[in-house]
Each structure stands twice: as structure tokens, then as C-alpha cells.
């Protein structure tokens, strides 16, 4: 499965901006997507998930209330709009994809998720 993230930049306190990412190579409805992120010399932490159907979505407590994460199954694409951003969202960003187990399947461990995209950097300024 490769999986590819986009839509990263730079941008100020308060401003928006949406991370899109698609997945092939196994039928997207088999995968349930998910975010992370990754400061330098920190470990990679988990930031929202989505189900293979979209029904059902988990947040991190830091960005909930501000971050959607969504999917389109029919475009083969996951996003995650980012709103009211804040200096400590810097970071890079990753997408990845895992096996679903069923419908209620939603990972929230980044050993839970088998492909990985490579990132797309994400900064806001104060």
C-alpha cells in the first residue's frame, strides 16, 4: 500500500489548513485511516482516526474540538482539516493506514497501522 500525504505549509496563529491523503494498492474501504505527528527528537504521537466508513473518529485530547479528520471512499482519500492552529502544532505530519479488523475497527496506536506516508511539514508561526 503506498500512501501519500499532502497539503502541508506554513501559516500563522488561528489560521486553517487541510492535510489530504490517499491510499492504493488495497481497496480503501478495507483500511482504517489515521494522523500523526512528529517534533523533532520527540516521538511520534497520534492525532486522529477514522474508521473504514467514516462512522467513527477518534481524537487526541490536544487537538480535539479543532481538528476533523474525515474520508472520501470513493475518491480513495483521507483529510484532516486543522483549525484555529497553534505554535504547537508544528510538526510533521504524517498519514497511515491499517487493516480493519470490522466495522467498529478504529486504531489509535501507531503500531496498529501497517503503511505510512513520508510526511508533510506543518508550521505555524506566533
Known amino acids: 500500500v503506498q500512501v501519500v500525504e499532502s497539503g502541508g505549509g506554513l501559516v500563522q496563529t488561528d489560521d486553517s489548513l487541510r492535510l489530504s491523503c490517499t491510499a492504493s494498492g488495497r481497496r480503501f474501504t478495507s483500511l482504517a485511516m489515521g494522523w500523526f505527528r512528529q517534533l523533532p527528537g520527540k516521538e511520534r504521537e497520534f492525532v486522529a482516526s477514522?474508521?473504514?466508513?467514516?462512522?467513527?473518529?477518534m481524537y487526541a485530547d490536544s487537538v480535539k474540538g479543532r481538528f476533523t479528520i474525515s474520508r472520501e471512499n470513493a475518491k480513495n482519500m483521507a483529510y484532516l482539516q486543522m483549525n484555529s492552529l497553534k505554535p504547537a502544532d508544528t510538526a510533521v505530519y504524517y498519514c497511515?493506514?491499517?487493516?480493519?479488523?470490522?466495522?467498529?475497527?478504529?486504531?489509535?496506536?501507531?503500531?496498529?497501522?501497517?503503511?505510512w506516508g513520508r510526511g508533510t511539514q506543518v508550521t505555524v508561526s506566533s
Open positions: 497511515a493506514s491499517g487493516r480493519s479488523y470490522g466495522t467498529s475497527w478504529i486504531p489509535a496506536s501507531a503500531d496498529l497501522f501497517d503503511w
Open positions: 477514522i474508521n473504514w466508513n467514516g462512522g467513527t473518529t
